[in-house]
């Protein structure tokens, strides 16, 4: 069992950045992909980033394409989001989640364990 925890949401203006943390404990967080997906009010949960475990692929949405940046240090057991150039459209509550496998996907449904979320909203 994984398990995992956001920080680093708030409220920002519209061109402003957020930097998002997901610390993960008890499990080999190495050795597996994770991601960061986000939901708005009404809205499904979509996919928004992923990283392979070592970090040498990186997927994005098209909408996020640009500005925002996944990365993990294993050391530290924690994947991060770097979010440049937000936009009102970002608002969501942001879920990390550690992958099935190794390699990242942008599939929901290969990802196991989920985070709690943290709150995102950008003001225009």
């Known amino acids: 069992q994984v398990q995992l925890v956001e920080s680093g949401g708030g409220l920002v203006q519209a061109g402003g950045s957020l930097r998002l943390s997901c610390a993960a404990s008890g499990r080999t967080f190495s050795s597996y992909a994770m991601g960061w997906f986000r939901q708005a009010p009404g809205k499904e949960r979509e996919f928004v980033a992923a990283i392979s475990w070592s970090g040498g692929s990186t997927y994005y949405a098209d909408s996020v394409k640009g500005r925002f940046t996944i990365s993990r240090d294993n050391a530290k057991n924690t994947v991060y989001l770097q979010m440049n150039r937000l936009k009102p459209e970002d608002t969501a509550v942001y879920y990390c989640?550690?992958?099935?496998?190794?390699?990242?996907?942008?599939?929901?449904?290969?990802?196991?364990?989920w985070g709690q979320g943290t709150q995102v909203t950008v003001s225009s």
């Open positions: 989640a550690v992958g099935l496998w190794a390699f990242a996907t942008k599939n929901t449904a290969d990802f196991g364990s």
